[in-house]
């Protein structure tokens, strides 16, 4: 057995080292995690670019980890339901699961935690926190999501895009049976809130995107969107307008605004959502200053609901979503590369590597 373990690290922008650490010693309350394959998320991207999150210091991100379960203590298999040989998901935040917050069930708003999955720095013992490395450590406190072992790694690792599309359109957004949908943004959780929406049973989807998202847009309306509207280059619709002649002038019951840094889409949702309609806000704009006409939100009682990550009850109606084999969630896998090769995967979510038209793109530390 392996006394170190491979981890590919964040030093600085676009700088990542491949580096070996201690395999942790496993005791009654923790355990190990192997790896079999971290989702690459848009997040993953902004960080490695320097744009966010390196306060932290060198760190090991991925913070959307699946695999299997290598060692676990006693009480800690108690505790999670998992046996060696399991397969499970890992969600970002590492609660105490003793504070008020945590007891009433909102343990996001745990104030006590110290550390996430993906997202601390090495020098936090035992340094195996993020998804990007060979073996991952598990908290007493991490929170485990079980995942059939016979679906392919690449599709049972979307269980956090879509976990977010659930939790996102469904349970933020609230829609349900006949509702209209708008859907800013064609990234992964634009097609996962596409997959979602349906599922729920929405009456129409529709769902906008660039000019380069030609292919997103082809996935968006094969997982269910009955409208497609591009924003930008020679064919541009403006978005507002086609929401209304679609809908007969009423607009959309639930917004989604999923666009990362792009600005102008906030106003959009505020104007496309119907009189009393719902807007969830997700995209994250980089702590850009962002002009609001609040009159807007105030004069067509609309209902504005920030969207902070993904819940357990998002991850387990995710996986069962998966599980159904419903839709055909493999065609929005499109790239898989190995540990070493962490920062072109990087880049290839971020559309920097000619010819490659990525959706959904992960790494695989073990293969």
Known sequence: MAETVRAAVQVGPRTIEM???????????????????NGICGSDVEVFK???GMGRGPMIPGHEPMGIVEEVGERAAAQWGVQPGDRVALEVIV????????????????????YGHGVTGIDVAPSLWGGLAEYMYLSPNSVLHKIDKTLPA?????????????????HLGGVGLGDT????????????????ARAAGAGTIIATGLEADAHKLALAREFGADHTIVVDGDGAEDTVERVREITGG????????????????????????????????AGLKGGAEVP?????????A???????????????????????GRFPLEKMHTHSFGLDDTALAMETLAGEVPGEAAVHVSVHPNR
């Open 292 to 300: 609001l006409q609040t009159d807007l939100i105030i004069n067509r």
């Open 154 to 170: 690449e599709l049972a690792v979307m269980y956090n895009p879509l976990g977010a599309g659930v939790r996102w359109a469904v």
């Open 250 to 281: 009423v607009g959309a019951d639930v917004v989604l605004e999923l666009t990362p840094m792009a600005t102008a889409p906030l106003t959009h949702a505020l104007l496309a959502a119907r009189h009393g309609g719902r807007v969830v806000l």
């Open 95 to 114: 609660p105490c699961r003793a504070c008020h917050d945590c007891l009433t069930g909102r343990y996001q708003s745990c104030r006590n935690r110290q």
């Open 302 to 324: 609309l209902a504005v609901q920030g969207a902070f990550g993904v819940d357990a009850r998002g991850y387990a109606e995710a996986i069962a979503i998966i599980e159904s």
């Open 181 to 196: 949908v708008l859907v800013l943004g064609a990234g992964q959780r634009g097609l996962a809130s596409v997959v979602a």
């Open 50 to 52: 320097g744009h966010m």
């Open 19 to 37: 580096r070996e650490f201690p395999r942790p010693e496993i005791g009654p309350d923790d355990g190990l995690l192997r790896l079999e394959a």
